[in-house]
């Protein structure tokens, strides 16, 4: 099992650009979710998902859009990027039927000029 | 909302030092607690976990006691080896519209010095 993957590992963009960070997982998860990551304040949700074909949003989602077509994928797309989007993104996935462990990817960190 | 405080960082110890990285939290209903430790580089893993009151997780040579009177689940190891160096994250899950999401502590940097 590969887990959780994400790409692009890093990416640097200009104020105004689009783009899509992809994650994916191969452990068969229903839940899975975006996190940003600022220093001094710990990770926060974006939009999370409980199956296919259903998203639901976290803490901080403004400027982020998500779907989830296939169990297995989950993108996140930046729509028009601001600087206050330079961060960390984890993406995670958990089997929701328990309480249990959420498997992190290693991340992607976005600069936004 | 439900909540967690962590103690602020960084905490620099030397090797074999005792440690005790605080956790305290605010919520309704029972919640399970977490650790989570994020190596230099690397994504997040769970360290150790705690679903009902007076349990205590255990991992690595870590403990971390679910305290129901005093809020707290406090991280503690007896002897930090250098390799202990990282970010911890206290958390708490709580179930929202019929999903499970973690809540964040904004996390604790530890550095373990030879």
């Known amino acids: 099992n590969a887990g959780v993957t994400q790409t692009p590992k890093f990416q640097v963009l200009k104020t105004g650009q689009s783009m899509t960070l992809q994650c994916a997982q191969d452990?068969?998860?229903?839940?899975m979710s975006w996190y940003r990551q600022d220093p001094g304040m710990g990770l926060r949700l974006i939009h999370y998902?409980?199956?296919?074909?259903?998203?639901d949003q976290g803490e901080v989602p403004n400027g982020y859009n998500v779907s989830r077509s296939t169990t297995e994928d989950f993108p996140l797309r930046l729509l028009s990027a601001a600087p206050s989007q330079t961060s960390v993104y984890f993406c995670?996935?958990?089997?929701?039927?328990?309480?249990?462990?959420?498997?992190f990817g290693p991340g992607t960190r976005l600069t936004v000029t | 909302g439900n909540s967690v405080t962590q103690m602020e960082g960084p905490v620099t110890l030397s090797e074999e030092a005792f440690l005790t990285i605080n956790c305290t939290y605010t919520?309704?209903?029972?919640?399970?607690l977490f650790w989570y430790v994020q190596y230099p580089g690397e994504g997040l893993q769970l360290l150790l976990k705690?679903?009902?009151?007076?349990d205590k997780g255990s991992n690595k040579g870590f403990e971390a006691t679910y305290r129901k009177e005093t809020t707290s689940f406090h991280l503690e190891k007896g002897s930090v080896q250098v390799s202990d160096s990282a970010v911890y994250f206290c958390?708490?899950?709580?179930?929202?519209?019929?999903?499970?999401?973690?809540?964040f502590g904004q996390g604790t940097r530890l550095t373990i010095n030879p």
């Open positions: 995670a996935s958990k089997t929701d039927r328990e309480i249990g462990e959420q498997y």
């Open positions: 452990m068969n998860h229903e839940y």
């Open positions: 998902s409980v199956g296919a074909g259903i998203t």
């Open positions: 919520a309704t209903g029972y919640p399970s």
């Open positions: 705690a679903t009902k009151a007076d």
């Open positions: 958390a708490l899950s709580e179930r929202i519209q019929g999903a499970q999401k973690l809540v």
